[in-house]
Structures are given as structure tokens and as C-alpha cells.
């Protein structure tokens, strides 16, 4: 597609369910990144893959997430036992060059956003 | 611990006026550094970056910004908005040829009066 694709649009989940979200990143972009971003701040990084590998997810606030990209292109977030500070958008973004940003920024989603009730 | 800090988290201006937008980073070098912008319901859009030379850098719908060494800012600025503009903008550094690390600021909002 022309962009990166992230579904659902939308999720409200109760608390202590599981919730997956999908990015689609642009294709043959090499990175994707994944975003949190809680009412009125900025995206906090989450984690960041290059291909298949997960290079860093030191930003994960718990172990109740997770992510994956194993074949390097589609990538899911998944938070299991949801709670209420979970609440927030998810964004994905990708960009084709892992070591500089220079000729390849990063492209956005639109973004998840989840609401857990 | 590199930071980000966008003092003003509204601001409101009358269309057709000029606009500047503050940022100011914390990093022990010069990095890289980018504005974003994020209309209600969408994603991010990049609209310039500084990563070295000319510290004025022009960016997409007549944005630009200018990189100042000495005062660790990197203010946004237009000479006349338009009614499209607004939205939320961010800006972010990140190091240099580490774009896995940017770190983005809390965004100011910006209202246009008609």
C-alpha cells in the first residue's frame, strides 16, 4: 500500500483481556517502530525491529507486551491482561534505512486506539 | 539523559498571522532534530529535519526552522498560517544515525482564529 496500514482503528477491551494490534509498514521498509501515546504527550518508543529481528524493546513498560515480526514485514503488538493505564494510541511507523534517518524518515500509521474499560 | 521540552502546550493565533513554535533539547551532542506534525486522528507527518550545515532549515507547507547551537533550540516557525494548520506539533531529536532513539516532546497544540 501507499502507506502504513494499522488495524483495528479502534479496540475497547476489558480489563484483563487480551488485545493484538496490527501494522502493516510500507513495503521494503526496514525498520518499524512502535509508539505509545497516552492522552495529550508526545509517542513514547516502545520497540523497534530492523527486518525480523527485535533490536531493542527496551521501551515495553511491562511484560504483558509483546511484539513480533516474523517474516520482517507485517508486525503485531500484543498486550495481554489489558488494564486501564493501557488506554492509550498505538502507533507504528517504519522507514526503509536502519542506520540514518537522513534520506528515509520515519511514516506513520494512523494509529490504534485502545480504550480499556 | 537526552529530553525534549516544548514549553508551550497551546497556542493560539489569528489566520494570516505569523507563528513560532518553541523546542529545546538536552543531549551532549548536536542531534539529530525534527518536527512533526499530527492532525486530530492521524499519524505523524514529518514536516523538516536539521541533521547538519545550514542551521535554517525549510521544510514542507511553508514551515521552517532554525537550529541554534548556543541555546539548544530548534524553533518552528511560519510567516502566515493558514486555517489548515492546525493541529498538534512535535518535535524530536534523536542521535546521530540512531533513529531507533528519537525522542519526541509532549506537542503544542495550535488554534487558529478565523
Known amino acids: 500500500g501507499a502507506g502504513v496500514s494499522q488495524s483495528p482503528r479502534y479496540k475497547v477491551a476489558k480489563r484483563g483481556q487480551d488485545v493484538a494490534l496490527r501494522c502493516d509498514p510500507i513495503s521494503g521498509h526496514v525498520s518499524l517502530f512502535w509508539y505509545q501515546q497516552a492522552l495529550g504527550q508526545g509517542p513514547e518508543f516502545l520497540t523497534y525491529?530492523?527486518?525480523?529481528?527485535?533490536?531493542?524493546k527496551s521501551g515495553l513498560p511491562s511484560d504483558r507486551f509483546f511484539a513480533e515480526r516474523p517474516e520482517g514485514s507485517v508486525s503485531t503488538l500484543k498486550i495481554q491482561r489489558t488494564q486501564q493505564e493501557d488506554s492509550a494510541v498505538y502507533l507504528c511507523?517504519?522507514?526503509?534505512?536502519?542506520?540514518?534517518?537522513?534520506?528515509?524518515?520515519?511514516?506513520f500509521g494512523n494509529g490504534t486506539r485502545l480504550t480499556v474499560t | 539523559a537526552q529530553s525534549v521540552t516544548q514549553p508551550d502546550i497551546h497556542i493560539t493565533v489569528s489566520e494570516g498571522a505569523s507563528l513560532e513554535l518553541r523546542c529545546n533539547y538536552s543531549?551532549?551532542?548536536?542531534?539529530?532534530l525534527f518536527w512533526y506534525v499530527q492532525s486530530p486522528g492521524q499519524g505523524l507527518q514529518l514536516l523538516l529535519k536539521y541533521f547538519s550545515g545550514d542551521t535554517l532549515v525549510q521544510g514542507i507547507k511553508g514551515f521552517e526552522a532554525e537550529f541554534k547551537r548556543s541555546q539548544s533550540s530548534f524553533n518552528l516557525r511560519k510567516p502566515s498560517v493558514h486555517w489548515s494548520d492546525a493541529a498538534e506539533y512535535f518535535c524530536a531529536v534523536a542521535p546521530m544515525n540512531r533513529d531507533d532513539k528519537i525522542i519526541f516532546g509532549k506537542g503544542t497544540r495550535l488554534h487558529i482564529l478565523p
Open positions: 543531549y551532549g551532542a548536536t542531534p539529530y
Open positions: 525491529f530492523q527486518n525480523e529481528a527485535q533490536l531493542d
Open positions: 511507523a517504519s522507514s526503509f534505512f536502519s542506520e540514518s534517518s537522513y534520506n528515509s524518515p520515519l511514516h
